[in-house]
T-cell receptor
Framework: GENVEQHPSTLSVQEGDSAVIKCTYSDSASNYFPWYKQELGKGPQLIIDIRSNVGEKKDQRIAVTLNKTAKHFSLHITETQPEDSAVYFCAVAGGGADGLTFGKGTHLIIQP | ETGVTQTPRHLVMGMTNKKSLKCEQHLGHNAMYWYKQSAKKPLELMFVYNFKEQTENNSVPSRFSPECPNSSHLFLHLHTLQPEDSALYLC??????????????FGPGTRLTVL
């Protein structure tokens, strides 16, 4: 089955700086790569996703890049703000599975 | 709010109890999912339902029994659970099952504690 590795497990950045979270996956047939943000006491919420036919997607301060050859994708958050503090999960779908396979999560801490 | 509601939000049960978790989606979706979120582990897919039919059971023990009476409601029936089953149980829905790469919406989860 699919295996997803996510790094780092904890990331602390100064407010206003950029944050980058990276994920690798194992199944070359995977074709959908969402990123979720989970705040305390809430379920995961989709913040951005990318499909295998594109290499990069941007939405205001958030961007995702995908390298299908190397089987890795990354989340980039620029001009970080205190409300960006949360746990971020990468996930992978496709290759025959009906659900998402998640990474272990990254606890992002924005230092004021 | 994501349009997916779960009740109860918190549940404490003994190992001999029988309880049920409920999920309802107000998005007109056709696929629903149960995930388990344990501390320091990735979210684990448990069950997938597409148009009320179960399409995936990810080797889940029989003490967890799902039920999907219609495309808007999903239940997880629990009986004779173990302490290691304590976790956050998340329900999600999407327009179609993820083989079609559809955005998945999550509910807030039920925090389950098994004593």
């Amino acid at each position: 089955g699919e295996n997803v590795e996510q790094h780092p497990s904890t990331l602390s950045v100064q407010e206003g700086d950029s944050a980058v979270i990276k994920c690798t996956y194992s199944d070359s047939a995977s074709n959908y790569f969402p990123w979720y943000k989970q705040e305390l006491g809430k379920g995961p919420q989709l913040i951005i996703d990318i499909r295998s036919n594109v290499g990069e997607k941007k939405d205001q301060r958030i961007a995702v890049t995908l390298n299908k050859t190397a089987k890795h994708f990354s989340l980039h958050i620029t001009e970080t703000q205190p409300e960006d503090s949360a746990v971020y999960f990468c996930a992978v779908a496709g290759g025959g599975a009906d659900g998402l396979t998640f990474g272990k999560g990254t606890h992002l801490i924005i230092q004021p | 709010e994501t349009g997916v509601t779960q009740t109860p939000r918190h549940l404490v049960m003994g190992m001999t109890n029988k309880k049920s978790l409920k999920c309802e989606q107000h998005l007109g979706h056709n696929a629903m999912y149960w995930y388990k979120q344990s501390a320091k582990k990735p979210l684990e897919l448990m069950f997938v339902y597409n148009f009320k039919e179960q399409t995936e059971n990810n080797s889940v023990p029989s003490r967890f029994s799902p039920e999907c009476p219609n495309s808007s409601h999903l239940f997880l029936h629990l009986h004779t659970l173990q302490p290691e089953d304590s976790a956050l149980y998340l329900c999600a829905s999407s327009q179609y099952k993820l083989a079609g790469n559809n955005e998945q919406f999550f509910g807030p989860g039920t925090r389950l504690t098994v004593l």
